[in-house]
């Protein structure tokens, strides 16, 4: 080679490729979790004995996840870094501190320095778990941005809270004993005596307060009084702890006035199989992801034989189905449908968490049941003012749950009311069954045996009245 010849090659940039030695596979973090589980039951013989493993997983529907999270996930990541720079919230994470104007304006002057200070402290993450309510069948599997930068599966490993994304569950143990999703609670501020014996006073997410609210408006909107208050009026805190332990949870829920609010943490695996118990009929399902493992010789080794338990009555079920179909459909979970075009029937709930530093949905259809969580490795981090679950984890999880759909070309699918169920048009001024004459009414569900027999003694039909009446003041409102 000529000196000349060196000389032009010299000055080419050079390109760095990362290597993709071990995501080399459509579902790294799904692949790596079979693995886990394989090797701790055949060791070596993994390796060595030539067997061949069947999962669950649909490359289709993982390609759909894989989609959603880097159409959105990079443009929200941008915008969250952009905050971060112009609040000067990074100077702390240099070493030596940043301390003056002048060594920000220094740094903030190389544009590399700060790209790569923010992608090692200030990393977006995004897990992303789907099933198949009926089976337990995990058909998707995102557990972080990059594998091959990060091994940590947020699917399976990490404990988070869940902020709102836990509020059903506290609900279902009202309504399994028999409170309507008609009956109201006060909007009004509460104290709570929390774990450590501290007092906190929640608040709701606009600063709202209000009279009497019923439990469907209050899971629609996602009142954090509705929520603290009916724990302490309703039931006890420790029913709702076990109805967690029966829906599948192994994490430490404790049993306080503020346990419906999400404080103790989950695992987002167990949080799908939970949603899906509402998709299911009340059937929980465990999780599976190895459907079948054969040796050499094609003798099969063992063959998936999911558990499964009923949690909590087909009725039950079916009328929370109902109230979180109203999240989805005009509540915090709206955007599904008029953003995001998102029209199958299915229920859902958004999920925030204190400062914004976890966000959540998780909803399903009778078909699919999906959880999304958004947020930082570093719980310290905030997301950033105003990050909900409504505009960070759902952006996800809708453009997710319509190609899924559409790309495995299922039929669509309503949920089926059970025989125990039935549904009636309710005056809105007297919460009794509507008469033709009554101007607001809308639909309620209640269970057959518990549904009320009074018809509206306010708004009377002219030929049937005899006199005004005022609304019975008898109707508890706690």
């Known amino acids: 080679m000529t000196y000349a010849e060196y000389d032009s090659l010299r000055k080419i940039e050079l390109k760095v490729v990362d290597r993709n030695t071990e995501a080399g596979t459509i579902a790294p973090y799904f692949c790596e979790y079979v693995r886990k589980k394989l090797y701790n039951k055949y060791g070596l013989r993994l390796y060595t004995d030539g067997l061949s493993i069947y999962t669950t997983l649909d490359t289709r529907v993982q390609a759909c996840a894989d989609s959603a999270i880097k159409s959105f996930i990079p443009v929200l990541e941008k915008q969250i870094w952009g905050k971060i720079v112009k609040k000067k919230k990074f100077t702390d994470w240099v070493d030596p501190p940043l301390e003056t104007d002048e060594q920000i304006a220094e740094f903030l002057s190389d544009s590399a320095k700060v790209d790569s200070l923010l992608k090692a402290r200030a ?186 338990r009923e949690v909590i009555s087909e009725e039950t079920a079916y009328i929370m189905t109902d109230m979180l179909e109203t999240v989805i459909n005009k509540g915090t979970g709206a955007a599904a449908r008029w953003k995001y075009h998102f029209y199958r029937p299915a229920g859902g709930k958004t999920g925030t968490t204190n400062d914004y530093r976890n966000t959540w949905f998780s909803g399903f259809t009778p078909q699919i049941a999906t959880t999304v969580w958004v947020g930082f490795d570093d719980e310290r981090l905030s997301i950033g003012d105003k990050r909900t679950g409504a505009n960070t984890a759902l952006p996800v999880w809708a453009p997710f749950m319509r190609m899924a759909h559409d790309t495995l070309n299922l039929p669509l699918k309503d949920f089926k009311q059970p025989q125990g169920v039935v549904r009636l048009k309710i005056c809105a001024e007297s919460k009794k069954i509507a008469t033709p004459s009554c101007p607001k009414v809308w639909d309620e569900v209640f269970f057959r045996n518990l549904a009320p027999a009074d018809t509206c003694d306010i708004h009377v039909a002219p030929n049937m009245r005899t006199r005004h009446k005022k609304p019975d003041k008898k109707r508890r409102v706690f």
């Open 123 to 308: 990393t977006l993450q995004c897990a992303l778990v789907s099933v198949d309510p009926s089976n337990g069948d995990i058909i998707a599997m995102v557990g972080g941005r990059d594998f091959n930068k990060s091994k940590y599966n947020r699917v399976t490993q990490m404990k988070r809270q869940p902020g709102s994304n836990f509020k059903p569950f506290a609900y279902t143990v009202a309504i399994d004993n028999g409170w309507p999703p008609m009956t109201q609670l006060l909007n009004q501020p509460i104290v709570i005596t929390m774990v450590d014996g501290t007092q906190w006073r929640p608040r709701n997410y606009d600063e709202s307060t209000g009279g009497p609210t019923t439990l469907r408006e209050g899971l629609r909107r996602s009142l954090n009084l509705i929520a603290a208050r009916l724990v302490q009026k309703l039931i006890p805190p420790e029913k709702v702890v076990a109805m967690a332990k029966r829906f599948g949870f192994t994490t430490t829920i404790h049993p306080f006035d503020g346990v419906a609010l999400g404080q103790d943490v989950v695992i987002p695996l167990e949080l799908v199989a939970a949603y899906s118990v509402f998709a299911n009929k009340g059937i929980r399902v465990e999780p599976t992801a190895i459907l079948r493992v054969e040796d050499k010789y094609g003798n099969v080794l063992e063959k998936a034989a999911p558990r499964r």
